[in-house]
């Protein structure tokens, strides 16, 4: 007999019909009243199909025999069986820390062509600004450009190569590993991601998946819990606070006050220069109202100028940006003006310029020197150095900075080409100086008294041709023509020393802000090394050198790096620190005895 009886329909509907009818009949009685009546009448229709509810097990339709599969995501994919492996896998290299719920993470399909994504976490398309549709199905490097177009393979020009290099290797061999690189939201705006990537293996050592972890840095500065020995980091990955990002078409600008949009005027004596026809016709003004002549010739001023000329309030926002935005930040003032100034400033460095304008709001004498990276609207992020000072208007007792700024050269150096420098005369010592491509010393290392005798401070603002012999004066001079064509240049010449004596040198001439054979650089950087008397009559004309390495020794000061440069120059000046003690202790008098091995460290040490 089947436990499961077959639940016969009855033919007769008229009595469900009634029912209905009854059920929904509107009535003037008491709600209990017409609730027990149509409780009744229900009860006497149901007797008649034959149900039999003292028997529930004879009437209840049976469940399928087969278990459903597959209800549980709404995308297919088995995210609790990732994450169990996540936390069980076998020798972790890194130490995950606490994670919930709210962590922001991918997974990407490593046995897939360029490792798709196949799932995002909602917390990941609040973090970026992109909604899943838009997030599946495309690889992770999206987020390495404002558009969100990059080519696999390509040199990126909005973040860090190294770092993009790093994650891919250690993809490419299976590691788990860890690394902080600049990415960006849908719309443009840039954050520091602290990525940490676990490659998950199913059912063989073959890798499946690679799972992401993400946490922004710039909003969460105190998500690193600590830093471990090998290098990595103990991260808290629940996502608080992180306010609702807004693409940039639909940023909520601070409202500008008036007072910005007029140019002032000063008061300031009429001379015969500053009111001749040609300086009216310039202004475009007939010069009766001494105030508008005023105005329209600072006007005038501000849009020739080829600086930056800027005003910000204490909140970081722009009230008055100058014409020269075009040009330097390839931004129309329109389009500064009213936003925030962390909508073009590197996400490391908002947090010390704001820093900076905050303690600058206490003291009106004080001049503001900022230095910081701003993105461009099409080439990618550049230094730019502000100074100005704090404006009160006395009126109304508004303040505001007033700040000119314009693009900062940083160091550029070949590791390769110092290198070459370096190994022949490590033991002779040595100074360094940054000229520009006429010769004139821009700014001399400690190290000229140990060479020429002459002080840094002696040196700086001076041309090295006031130093160079007669007779080297033309080869000084082609060395700079071949530095200004990007070229690397060695050459042996001599130079006056603080005794008046003339002594041979042998100089390396480098491009100072641009890679060998690039462009042209912005200024020179040249290295000086004293040179012995009995090597001084050898021959050695001008010889561009070898530039098929380019690594820069001043990886720190990329405008793509993921750190600030209060942060980069803290670490060198430990790194330093720690060198100098080496050196102290290696070159101490009380060391009777010297291993071979620490020989050659020292010897290291003094080459690097």
């Known amino acids: 007999m089947d436990p499961y009886p077959t639940y016969t329909q009855p033919t007769d509907f008229q009595e469900y019909e009634n029912t209905t009818t009854l059920l929904q009949e509107p009535s003037s009685r008491p709600f209990f009243d017409n609730f027990q009546d149509q409780t009744q009448q229900l009860a006497s229709v149901v007797s008649t199909t034959g149900l039999d509810f003292s028997q529930p097990s004879a009437n209840v339709v049976p469940p399928s025999s087969v278990p459903l599969s597959g209800v549980y995501s709404s995308s297919g994919f088995d995210m609790i069986g990732v994450l169990s492996r996540l936390v069980n896998r076998p020798n972790p290299q890194i130490n995950l820390g606490p994670i919930d719920m709210s962590c922001s993470f991918l997974v990407t399909d490593a046995r897939q062509y360029d490792h798709p994504i196949v799932y995002c976490s909602p917390t990941f398309e609040h973090l970026t600004g992109y909604k899943g549709s838009e997030i599946v199905g495309r690889n992770c490097r999206f987020l390495q450009a404002p558009d969100g177009q990059v080519t696999g393979g390509s040199r990126r020009q909005y973040t860090d190569n190294q770092a993009v290099y790093h994650l891919k290797a250690q993809m490419l061999q299976s590691n788990e590993h860890q690394a902080s690189i600049i990415n960006y939201r849908k719309g443009g705006q840039p954050f520091v991601n602290l990525i940490t990537v676990i490659p998950i293996c199913i059912d063989s050592n073959e890798t499946a998946f690679f799972v992401g972890l993400q946490v922004d840095l710039v909003e969460q500065p105190n998500a690193i819990l600590e830093k471990m020995k090998d290098g990595t980091y103990l991260v808290n990955y629940q996502q608080m606070n992180i306010p609702p990002y807004i693409p940039s078409g639909n940023l909520i600008c601070e409202p500008v006050d008036d007072y910005f949009r007029e140019l002032p005027t000063i008061e300031a004596p009429s001379t015969p220069s500053l009111v001749g026809q040609e300086i009216l016709s310039l202004v475009k003004c007939s010069g009766e109202n001494e105030n508008q002549f005023q105005q329209e010739w600072n006007k005038l001023l501000l849009e020739q100028s080829e600086d930056f000329i800027h005003v910000l309030s204490l909140k970081g926002f722009f009230l008055y940006c100058s014409s020269s935005s075009s040009n330097i930040l390839e931004h129309d003032p329109e389009e500064l003006v009213g936003h925030s100034l962390s909508s073009i400033c590197h996400p490391s460095d908002i947090v010390p310029v704001m820093r900076e304008i905050k303690e600058a709001a206490s003291d009106n004498e004080r001049v503001v020197n900022l230095v910081y990276r701003v993105r461009r609207k099409y080439s990618g992020y550049m230094w730019m150095e502000c100074q100005g000072k704090l404006h009160v208007d006395q009126g109304k007792g508004r303040k505001c900075l007033i700040l000119s700024g314009r693009e900062r050269s940083m160091y550029h150096l070949s590791r390769h080409h110092l290198n070459l420098s370096s190994t022949v005369h490590a033991m002779e010592p040595e100074f360094w100086i940054k000229a520009s491509l006429t010769g004139l010393n821009l700014h001399v290392t400690t190290a000229s008294t140990q060479v020429v005798g002459y002080t840094a401070e002696f040196l700086e603002g001076v041309s090295i041709f006031q130093y160079v012999g007669d007779g080297d004066i033309p080869e000084v001079t082609h060395a700079f023509k071949l530095v200004k064509a990007g070229q690397v240049v060695n ?55 070898d530039d098929t390495q380019d690594t820069n020794i001043f990886s720190e000061l990329e405008t793509v790096r993921g750190t600030s440069w209060q942060y980069e120059l803290h670490q060198l000046q430990m790194a330093n620190q720690k060198l100098r003690d080496q050196i102290d202790k290696m070159s101490s008098p009380k060391r009777r005895k010297v291993s071979k091995e620490d020989s050659l460290i020292y010897i290291y040490i003094l080459c690097y």
């Open 491 to 545: 050459i042996e010449h001599t130079i006056q020393n603080s005794k008046g004596h003339y002594i041979h040198v042998l100089s390396t001439l480098y491009p100072g802000d641009i890679a060998p054979g690039s462009g042209q650089p912005s200024f020179a950087l040249m290295q000086i090394r004293a040179k012995e008397v009995a090597k001084a009559n050898q021959e050695s004309p001008l010889e561009p050198m």
